[in-house]
């Protein structure tokens, strides 16, 4: 049997059709010559002195860079810096905004400009303000920025808020978090509700953990690598590495993915510029394309078989964890029809999955965005640490979960308190630095952000970095509830959407400020494998522009608000001095309070799991029993069409395009899924036919909240079913379901009618 199985592994998916203009495989030549266009151009000593600057890169939280010099990953590898390092660098690295250009062009002008049009007008380099009925943003003073923000601050705690991107410092992101706190307020949304919440949800109920249990070296000792709902050819390049050098020792990696992406089958790797970069080098064993949304269904499946192939760790699961009766039990008793029905994926597959996983030594699950941003995020996550537990994966030199979690600094964020869910340690260690207790009021997440914000109950807002406009859903919601908050501070580096449709009732205020590496003090970042970096001071290249760090306007703005309660804050403009609060009150981060002197990066204490002995009250990790999604889709006539509307169903995932970070788009198109443009839907051809639709002809996608017209479809290796747009464009036409326990919106399964 076991022969048969292993050559059903198939390293190909079944739906693989490619569009003809796509390449046969990811990274590869342009990579390199992306590199040499951008570093050979005018830009590139500007670039290059970026590069080389001693700070992590801004883009991915793979986190390379840091004191080793911008090419060394945290193992002290050398070559680790990929082309998304350079595409980001190269957009901070702009020239200024001109100072009348605000004065030329009113908000009516300025909404018309797309992503990519708003990010390249250059960096902001003065601050400015859209006063209530202007139509043009003016430059303001800073005595008058501090005498709004500090009148904006005295409202009632309860109706303040704050949104977080994660590219900013640990330093910054304390800081708004100790601010917010002293108010009495616990409105700390951050974009990571977007993103990974559901994994720190789920990692925080099994394990007490809340961040990837595998460190960088663990990874380099696996020998089978699970990768669900990640796309880490595009956002996480240098992870692609580790996968090469896996398959090179004899490792499998097995690929669960809707969509084939050509990046995950094959990857020519820069790093590898003799064996890899130009004949491609071979990713996954196994490819399987479940229905989006029934991730759940599938580890289910593989749960199953390893139960049926008698390659479950029952003694690790005796001795180690607890609740996993009822898990064995449900998939056991689980049929194959109802779990295939599901997901889509065939037993043959689903088996030769539980193969290779239960006959690996030391296999790492990794997951991304196809997991978290589901109705059942949480669940999702539960099932992929069950499958883990069930083959003694967890706590184990080489194995372990891994969330491989969005930006730069987004970890870094949570670990600092900038939560809605506050660890215990932190809550009683602020309480001791205030002397008082905090706010038992339950803060605002990004969605009950947006709610409370449309139902009138915010009145100011201030965003460190971040486009809370265009990163939510439903952008017309959005616009709305943004509208009814009277202030709204914007500290940015590069101008966006979000500064021209996110505007408050009275005044919006862009705050120009420096780049990580361009801030007069030292800063840190910490890495989505746990580890903390730190930048050093840097220079800005925008001579005569008026910036500010985002620390000194915090520490100015809570010094007004708070005086010198709990902390002289001015002094903390010596970043040393925030880190030696770091070092008291966040968790694991004792050696934060020594690295000025020693400059030693560290790995956070107690988030490597290498011994199955976790951080709960027995020890042990605890595991959920998953129920199954249910995945219907609805009809055209739901959508409110006419009944003879000739159009398709299908499941909508949206993300990202080779070219952009985020809402901020680099490139129009997406080379590697021959994706030609912006406006484009790429499905499975038998979906289209289905519609009596022909490649490139330009149809209507409607989803709960609008429409998108003119939209040209694209035909891909995409399962039936499912369909690909990019955001922010599409987060018009849908307002998703919301995963309740963490409050991450579906952005992978949109419900949509095709049509013309
Ligand atoms: N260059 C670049 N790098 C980035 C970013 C960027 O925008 N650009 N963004 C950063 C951020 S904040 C984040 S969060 C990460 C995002 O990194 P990823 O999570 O890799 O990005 P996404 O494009 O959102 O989607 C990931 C994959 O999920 C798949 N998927 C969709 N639905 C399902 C499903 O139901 N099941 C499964 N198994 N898979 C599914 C999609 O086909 C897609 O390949 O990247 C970070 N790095
Ligand atoms: N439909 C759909 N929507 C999604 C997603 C999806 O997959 N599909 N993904 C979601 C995810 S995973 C995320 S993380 C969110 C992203 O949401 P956000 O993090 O809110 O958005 P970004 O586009 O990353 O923010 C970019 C802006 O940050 C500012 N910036 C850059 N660097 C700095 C800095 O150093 N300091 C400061 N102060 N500002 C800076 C710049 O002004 C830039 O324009 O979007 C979410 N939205
Ligand atoms: S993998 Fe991520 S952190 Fe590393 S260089 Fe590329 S974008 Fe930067
Ligand atoms: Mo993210």
Avoid at 279 to 305: H, M, R, V, W
Wanted: hydrophobic share 35%; net charge neutral.
């Amino acid at each position: 049997m076991d022969t048969n199985k292993q050559q059903n592994v198939q390293p190909i998916p079944p739906f693989n059709e490619k569009n003809e203009e796509t390449p046969d495989m990811g990274g590869g030549l342009s990579v390199v010559e992306y590199w040499a266009e951008h570093t050979l151009s005018t830009e590139g000593p500007k670039l290059w002195q970026t590069l080389l600057h001693k700070s992590a890169c801004l883009s991915c939280s793979w986190g390379t860079g840091g004191q080793k010099g911008g090419f060394t990953n945290e193992t002290g590898e050398k070559l680790q810096r990929c082309m998304k390092s350079v595409e980001a660098i190269s957009a901070e690295i702009k020239p200024p905004i001109p100072n009348n250009f605000f004065g030329q062009y009113s908000i009516e002008n300025l909404q018309q400009l797309t992503s990519l049009e708003a990010d390249r007008l250059g960096r902001l380099s003065f601050p400015v303000i859209l006063r209530e009925g202007k139509s043009y943003y003016e430059r303001i003073s800073w005595d008058e920025i501090y005498e709004i923000a500090e009148a904006a601050f005295r409202k009632l705690p309860e109706r303040v808020a704050s949104y977080s991107s994660g590219r900013s410092s640990n330093e910054a992101a304390f800081l708004l978090q100790l601010m917010m706190r002293t108010l009495g307020s616990n409105n700390l949304a951050d974009c990571s509700d977007l993103c990974h919440a559901p994994s720190t949800v789920g990692l925080n109920q099994m394990f007490g953990t809340r961040t990837s249990m595998v460190s960088l070296e663990n990874l380099k000792n696996a020998d089978c690598v699970v990768l669900a709902g990640s796309n880490c050819a595009y956002n996480h390049p240098r992870l692609m590495n580790e996968l090469i050098k896996l398959r090179d020792r004899g490792g499998k990696v097995i690929v669960i993915n809707p969509m084939m992406e050509i990046g995950l089958v094959k990857f020519g790797s820069p790093a590898f510029p003799l064996k890899s970069l130009l004949t491609g080098s071979e990713i996954s064993s196994l490819y399987l394309q479940p229905i989006p949304g029934s991730d759940t269904a599938l580890f289910i499946g593989i749960q199953k078989s390893l139960i049926e192939q008698g390659l479950i760790q029952k003694e690790y699961l005796q001795a180690h964890t607890e609740g996993w009766e009822a898990v064995v039990e449900n998939a056991r008793e689980l049929s194959w029809e109802t779990i295939t029905n599901t997901c889509g994926v065939s037993q043959a597959e689903i088996e030769a999955a539980a193969t290779l996983i239960g006959r690996s030594q030391r296999v790492v699950f990794a997951w991304a965005m196809g997991i978290t941003q589901q109705a059942n995020g949480v669940d999702n996550v539960y099932s992929i640490a069950n499958t883990a537990l069930m083959t003694g994966n967890v706590g184990k030199e080489g194995s372990g979960v891994m969330p491989v979690r969005g930006h730069s600094n987004v970890q870094g964020f949570g670990s600092m308190g900038v939560t809605v869910k506050l660890r215990k340690e932190i809550q009683e260690a602020l309480e001791k630095l205030l002397g008082r207790s905090l706010s038992r009021v339950q803060g605002y997440d990004t969605r009950c952000l947006i709610e409370a914000a449309q139902a009138g109950k915010v009145d100011t807002l201030i965003c460190l970095g971040g486009n809370l406009y265009a990163a939510n859903p439903d952008s017309t919601q959005a616009k709305r509830a943004l509208g009814n908050i009277e202030t709204i501070i914007y500290l940015a580096t590069k101008p966006n959407l979000g500064h021209f449709h996110g505007l408050a009732s009275k005044n919006t205020i862009i705050i120009p400020v420096l780049s990580r590496f361009e801030n007069p003090h030292k800063t840190t970042v910490e890495s989505g494998n746990n580890f903390v970096r730190l930048n050093d001071e840097g220079q800005t290249l925008l001579k005569s522009a008026d910036l500010i760090s985002e620390v000194e306007f915090l520490t100015e703005l809570a010094h007004l608000i708070h005086g010198d309660y709990p902390v002289n804050w001015r002094q903390l403009q010596d970043t040393r001095y925030i880190r030696q609060l770091i070092s008291q009150t966040i968790p694991g981060f004792e050696k934060m309070a020594t690295i000025d002197d020693t400059k030693e990066e560290f790995t956070i204490s107690g988030r490597i799991f290498t011994e199955p002995r976790f951080p709960t009250p027995t020890g042990k990790a605890t595991m959920f029993v998953t129920p199954l999604p249910q995945l219907t889709l609805p009809q055209p006539k739901d959508f409110g069409l006419p009944d003879s509307t000739q159009g398709v169903v299908v499941a909508l995932m949206t993300g990202r395009s080779y070219s952009q970070h985020n809402t901020v788009v680099y490139k129009i198109g997406d080379r590697y899924r021959g994706m030609p443009h912006r406006n484009c839907i790429l499905m499975n051809r038998v979906d289209a036919e289905k519609a009596n639709l022909q490649e490139h002809q330009h149809v209507t996608v409607q989803g709960n909240a609008g429409k998108m017209e003119n939209v040209e479809v694209i035909y891909g290796a995409v399962r039936q079913g499912a369909a690909v747009m990019f955001y922010p464009e599409v987060n018009t036409i849908f307002n998703p379901l919301i995963e309740k326990r963490s409050g991450t919106p579906a952005y992978k399964r949109v419900p949509v009618c095709v049509y013309t």
